[in-house]
């Protein structure tokens, strides 16, 4: 098995609602992060979890809340959010050690529409 | 700091014909290198990276790309383009536990 997997592929939610992205990777990677991507944009980086502890948060708004239950698993979670954060949120996992590490590999996304 | 620069923002080219997708990077430290693909309404896939070793390094589709540490360039190549290639075409440098992309390259394959 060698690829990430998202859910939902859309979401539609009002500005009150919470719901949650969900990502999935059984590689045995132990990196996992978070991307939110605009269109006609490269990804820009929201999160990463190593060893399921939060490394990096790139000053990103508390209404996006990241949580990662284990290993294999990376939640984000979605409250009162704003139509400008419209966008295609991107999840990619990395391989442990050495230079192998360096290297992210993306799921399908979440396109997320922020009404 | 670390940041890439991806040349072009548009290629557009006939089918069967050669292609080079151009990016330079600048880092401080040891440059692990890489070119993404996004097709429409799909997340990125790697497309070839350098970490060590060759310089050049391929994919298998066809493309390839030569890291030249003197010029700070990793220029993305195919021979002959096919129409599936068109997409968007991402160079990016790992560094520190993030990756740093270039802001991306259209490539636009004509019949």
């Known amino acids: 098995d060698t690829e990430v997997t998202q859910t939902p592929k859309h979401l539609v939610m009002g500005m009150t609602n919470k719901k949650s992205l969900k990502c999935e990777q059984h590689m045995g990677h132990r990196a996992m992060y978070w991307y939110k991507q605009k269109a006609k944009k490269p990804p820009e980086l929201m999160f990463v979890y190593s060893y399921e502890k939060l490394s990096i948060n790139e000053s990103v708004p508390s209404r996006f809340s990241p949580e990662c239950p284990n290993s294999s698993l990376l939640n984000l979670h979605l409250h009162a959010l704003q139509p400008e954060d419209s966008a295609l949120y991107l999840c990619a996992s990395s391989p442990p050690g050495g230079l192998y590490q360096e290297t992210q590999y993306f799921g399908p996304g979440t396109r997320l529409l922020v009404l | 700091a670390q940041s890439v620069t991806q040349l072009d923002s548009q290629v557009p080219v006939f089918e069967e014909a050669p292609v080079e997708l151009r990016c330079n990077y600048s880092?401080?430290?040891?440059?692990?290198l890489f070119w993404y693909v996004q097709y429409p309404n799909q997340g990125l896939q790697l497309l070839l990276k350098y970490l060590s070793g060759s310089t050049l390094v391929e994919s298998i589709n066809g493309f390839e790309a030569e890291f030249n540490k003197s010029q700070t360039s990793f220029h993305l190549r195919k021979p002959s383009v096919h129409i599936s290639d068109t997409a968007e075409y991402f160079c990016a440098v790992s560094g520190g536990g993030k990756l740093i992309f270039g802001q991306g390259t259209t490539l636009q394959v004509k019949p």
């Open positions: 880092s401080s430290v040891s440059v692990y």
